[in-house]
């Protein structure tokens, strides 16, 4: 779906109405301590705001004005400082700093192009945590669901400490996902 789909769902109320961050982020962040954060393609920020909520420093990034400005409205409301900004993630002119931050989410975004450029942005040490769909059981691939094991071959010579695919724990999500958090390996 184009930006301009994704900001009509976000401004008729169709998405966004998810409150509660991931499962896997609530998981992986209680063995963490918090550092800087960023939550690619944040939607309206659950992740960004539960990260916030334990103390993170968080960047929360979307293409669509309408799911940013959720994010500030909602992270005003709670009182928490969330750095929210527009961006298109599919520029060439879109960049992150390297190694600059200690946990890196992207959430039911699959993007493959990026991945170069997140893990070049996550700090020796930090993790990148990403759920992303796959094809229902007996469906073909498609360009916005990735092929089995493919997150786990983006990862390769990383540590991984978690790599599940199958059935969504999200209630928002019904379709099939494969997760996985990987861990950069330190600077030699």
């Known amino acids: 779906m184009n930006i301009e789909g994704w900001e009509q769902r976000y401004r008729i109320g169709e998405t966004g109405k998810e409150d509660a961050p991931t499962a896997l982020l609530v998981e992986t962040a209680a063995t963490l301590c918090p550092g800087t954060a960023i939550d690619l393609a944040c939607g309206a920020g659950r992740n960004a705001l539960y990260l916030a909520e334990k103390g993170w420093g968080v960047s929360a990034i979307d293409g ?16 928490l400082k969330v750095q929210a900004e527009v961006a298109d993630l599919t520029s060439k002119r879109f960049q992150m700093l390297p190694d600059a931050s200690d946990l890196i989410v992207i959430a039911y975004y699959l993007q493959r192009n990026l991945f170069p450029l997140v893990k070049r942005a996550v700090r020796p040490g930090g993790l990148v945590l990403a759920i992303v769909h796959t094809p229902d059981p007996g469906e073909n691939g498609r360009e916005k669901r990735a092929a089995p094991g ?3 071959s983006l990862f390769a010579g990383w540590q991984i400490l978690h ?7 999200d209630p928002a999500h019904r379709r099939p996902v494969a997760e ?5 390996p330190e600077a030699k």
């Open 163 to 169: 790599d599940y695919e199958g059935a969504s724990r």
């Open 180 to 184: 996985i958090v990987a861990q950069r």
């Open 150 to 152: 493919e997150l786990r």
């Open 64 to 79: 669509s004005q309408t799911a940013i400005d959720m994010v500030r409205q909602r992270a005003a409301a709670r009182g």
